[in-house]
């Protein structure tokens, strides 16, 4: 027998050469027997094409690894949802995520937010805006117990707690189950809080109470694995045609509720029209489809839509991952016909204009006190500057709930919340216990539509503090100037526009700026968007104003808006009516 390998350094004997000459040059010939196919399917003994050097590459949702976005791949290589032993170890080590482990950590709203904060940051769904006492008493709890002290709402009607160390991490998810609630999908790339109207179940204007639609999805959702991991994430929204705007065109799917009167090919009474791919950050309302849907198919109709998206949606480019893209790609009719496909009932479509017209949203009807359906009851909308709840106040709220109402809450994606079910005779007692916890029942006119996203101080992404901002510009602005009419001004730290400057009467977008040879924070600052009657995205009138020069601008935009219009015209038709010229030169003089 030949012996492949010389010993000690040797040179090779000459059968030794002779094997190895035969061996390499067997390789070369590649004799395997292959069988394939010519493209006219005929067989033959040559390989295939690609058979013998391009080995199938593995897919992931139809699309070759090598091609996935990095957070795809995150998700390919270790489910999300299976981590939990994973937390468990990160807990014992007090020990903070490291590479793909940070995404995946969002699945379960915990996000590390370093440098803003070395600390876990928990974001909590609030299926419907709907939260009872005992749970908003557990979550203070936590922030008290592990957390800042402090909680904040969010413009999707979460609640935030900042400041978490790894080590309490278990300890936070196993209470957030106790008390009844779940941060599961709350961040990354998952169907976000389902909204719905906050005062919906009492409200005298809407058309149906929408809260069982928006909290049947949440439990569909939490029961249903292939609806997490999309290709971005995904907003979903039950508007009830109520009082108080849920911003429901700004979502992936808006479901409006709408009328539809005698006389009409379908059967009076009221249903769901269908809007898609709201995406204000990237200047884009939700669309109407052109459907209409009974309630009860609603839940079934957002699944399927969900799981097209799932299967369809990008998965290779994140700046186009999200679900106006796919739609971008198809046209609406396509994306409706691969929903039709997964649901066992026609999908029914009826136009808009044939529906009646929405009640308009009362302006600030998220602050103050509001008659409810229900006869001598009442819903009171408390004031929470920019979302800002200390842990104390959070045992408040909910001690005032127990007393006054029936110990529950609505959250508004307007970061404040309200307290419904308050009897007309214990309404006065209820603003009284409110004023001695710090918080209060009214405001001005435009502390009630300060809306501002996270900030510097807990957001990597951000360019400016926000918040802190925002309620310097209601301090300043209350001493100055009083519109008599409801404002609302978004102040977003970078362009994801988690506070939707788009669609606020002044959207401040955060911005490093130069004042002086020095980089400052500053905003570049747009008037005259809105959304459901009043829907229009606003533009950019001003850019890279330092912040130390933003107050009494506003104040100038505010008082020439007050001395300039038209009778009973509103901020937005003043806005609206000018160009974008002269409106600079207007807040210029
Ligand atoms: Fe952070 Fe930007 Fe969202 Fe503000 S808008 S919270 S800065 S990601």
């Known amino acids: 027998m030949t012996t492949l390998l010389p010993a000690n350094d040797a040179p090779f004997t000459v059968d ?3 094997y190895l000459e035969g061996f390499f040059a067997g390789l070369a010939q590649n004799t395997r027997p292959f069988v394939g196919r010519t493209e006219g399917g005929l067989l033959t003994h040559e390989p295939a094409p690609g058979l013998v050097n391009e080995a199938e590459e593995e897919k992931w949702f139809g699309v070759p690894l090598s091609d996935l976005s990095k957070e795809e791949k995150f998700k390919y290589d270790e489910n999300p949802l299976d981590i939990w032993d994973k937390l468990v170890r990160h807990a014992e080590d007090d020990k903070f995520p490291e590479g793909g482990d940070v995404f ?22 609030v299926p419907g805006s709907l939260i009872k006492s005992s749970q908003l008493r557990g979550l203070a709890e936590m922030a008290r117990d592990w957390g800042g002290g402090y909680s904040d709402i969010t413009t999707r009607a979460n609640v935030q707690i900042r400041e978490f160390r790894p080590k309490d991490i278990v ?3 196993m209470k957030l189950q106790e008390i009844g609630l779940t941060s599961r999908g709350s961040g990354a790339d998952n ?3 389902i909204t719905a109207t906050p005062t919906t179940g009492f409200d005298p204007q809407e058309l149906l109470d929408a809260m069982p639609y928006a909290r049947a999805l949440q439990f569909y959702i939490q029961n249903h694995r292939d609806l997490y991991g999309l290709p971005r994430k995904f907003n979903i929204s039950f508007d009830s045609g109520g009082s108080v705007s849920v911003v429901s065109d700004t979502n992936d799917i808006g479901f409006q509720a709408v009328r539809v009167g005698d006389g009409q090919c379908v059967k009076s009474g009221v249903y769901f029209r269908v809007l898609l791919a709201g995406i204000t950050g990237h200047a884009q309302f939700a669309n109407d489809t052109g459907l209409l849907l009974k309630p009860d198919e609603t839940v079934a109709v957002a699944a399927a839509m969900v799981r097209v998206f799932s299967e369809n949606g990008d998965r290779t480019n994140r700046k186009k991952a999200r679900l106006k893209y796919l739609i971008d790609r198809w046209g609406v009719e396509k994306f409706l016909d691969e929903t039709e496909k997964k649901i066992a009932f026609p999908l029914r479509r009826f136009p808009a204009a044939q529906c009646e017209p929405r009640h308009p949203v009362i302006r600030h009807g998220h602050v103050g006190t509001f008659k409810q359906r229900q006869r001598g009851l009442n819903y009171v909308g408390v004031v929470v500057p920019v979302g800002r709840l200390t842990a104390s106040q959070m ?21 404040n919340c309200l307290i419904p079910h308050v009897p007309d005779d214990q309404l006065e007692a209820l603003k009284r216990g409110l004023v001695q916890s710090g918080l209060h029942h009214t405001t001005t006119s ?14 990597k992404f951000s360019s400016t503090n926000t918040k802190g901002h925002a309620v310097q510009i209601g301090k300043y602005l209350e001493k100055k100037v009083a519109p008599d009419f409801p404002v609302n001004i978004h102040l977003t730290g970078c362009p994801h526009s988690c506070a939707q400057h788009y669609i606020g009467d002044i959207g401040l977008l955060g911005a490093k700026v130069t004042q002086a040879g020095v980089q400052v924070e500053g905003y570049h600052v747009f008037v005259g968007g809105g959304s459901d009657q009043d829907q229009g995205l606003a533009r950019e009138v001003f850019h890279g104003i330092p912040f130390s020069d933003l107050p009494p601008l506003l104040e100038k935009i505010l008082s020439t808006y007050d001395v300039r219009r038209s009778r009973g015209e509103t901020f937005l038709q003043f806005t609206r009516r000018h160009s974008l010229k002269e409106l600079q030169e207007l807040f210029s003089e």
């Open 171 to 173: 300890n936070v998810l």
């Open 104 to 125: 995946r950590f969002k699945f379960h709203g915990l996000f590390h937010v370093a440098p803003a904060q070395d600390a876990f940051m928990l974001r909590i769904r």
């Open 191 to 193: 169907i976000r809080n």
């Open 16 to 18: 030794q050469k002779q």
């Open 395 to 415: 045992f408040k709220l909910a001690d005032l709930a127990d007393k006054y109402g029936t110990g529950e809450l609505r959250l508004t994606v307007w970061q």
């Open 446 to 459: 435009v502390s009630g539509g300060l809306v501002a996203c996270t900030g510097n101080t807990g957001c």
